[in-house]
């Protein structure tokens, strides 16, 4: 039978939340095909997984004719792959402080950073011009955990269609009993609305057994210089102490997965390992779990700010 090398189905490939129309041609190859999409969405072939493009039950080979797959019109293919930026980013060691805090050198850094006037003025600032929405009360005589949203509670960069796919093993039994001891704050790098958005998707803004205190976004953060990272976005709890005068450095303790983001109070973060690719690391990521054991161990001391936070996980409760 000869095959007419101009006939073609459009179909559409669902990858990251959006839709690529695509033209799959009869007499092509199914590695013509994940050029084509490749084109369209910058995810190499190799990388792609089309999830429901299968033949007799099994994943198709690459040399499979398209018309073999009897493609409808607008039939929509399910994709999962990353394209070659993020997965280099992922796998790239993070740009990050390395894991030995008491190299003289960054340490010389850091306190002249976190005592630099200039940066004290602008918390001075924040803490006048940032308005705290309260979402519920605060509990004084608790202490304070503030944490961050990409990679220390949530994967964002993962494709997944619900929140349950991309959140941390453990976050709701990590809230719950963190709350029996501390406020807790989420503070994030982004957009008020995106925050909101995505504690509602994971169901953290509604959940029965703990309660958020309240929200900060990038407006509340501040530019700072450093030699080593040059100007950057740092999340100074200078902003939050100052607000309400019963938080202090010796009652917080704040998680992210850049150390960067706590530089102007190095003595009160905790640099989480990032939760990336969720749907290989939901089984085996146990941060969450033992960071609340830290948490528990850590809540009856009177100064936190006293630990090192970078060796919490040889952290021995004195008897
Ligand atoms: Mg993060």
Known sequence: MDVDTEAFTVVNVKWSGKEYPIKAFHANTLLHFKNAVCEATGVL???????????????????????????????K???MG????????MQEVPKDLPEVVNDLDIEEEVIAIEQRQEYLQKIE???????????NDMR??????????????????????????????????????????????????????????KMKLLGV????????????????????HTEKYGVIEVKPLGVVWGKYEHYTSKNTIMFDDLS???????????????????H?????????????????????????SSLNHGKWEKYKKPH
Do not use: C
Not at 176 to 192: G, L
């Open 82 to 89: 990353s394209r070659e930026e993020a997965v280099r980013e």
């Open 140 to 197: 004084p005589g608790k202490k304070l955990l503030v944490l961050d949203i990409d990679y220390t509670l949530f994967d964002h960069r993962s494709v997944a269609e619900t929140g349950n796919e991309l959140m941390r093993p453990f976050l709701h039994e990590f809230l719950t009993s963190a709350y029996e001891d501390y406020d807790i704050v989420i503070w994030s790098a982004t957009s008020m609305k995106w925050i909101e958005e």
């Open 125 to 135: 600032k924040r803490v006048k011009d940032y308005e705290i929405k309260m979402l």
């Open 45 to 75: 072939p190799e990388r792609q997984k089309l999830l429901n493009l299968r033949l007799r039950g099994k994943a198709p080979a690459d040399d499979t004719r398209m018309k073999e797959f009897n493609l409808q019109t607008n039939a």
């Open 280 to 304: 290989f690391n939901r089984d085996t990521d146990k941060e969450l779990q033992k960071l609340s054991h830290y948490l528990k161990d850590i809540a009856a001391l009177d100064d936190l």
């Open 205 to 224: 803004s509604t959940h029965p057994n703990y309660k958020i205190a309240f929200y900060l976004d990038s407006l509340a953060m501040i530019t700072i």
């Open 260 to 278: 960067r983001n706590f530089l102007m109070n190095p003595q009160n973060g905790l640099k989480i390992r990032p939760f990336r690719l969720a």
């Open 77 to 79: 293919i399910m994709m």
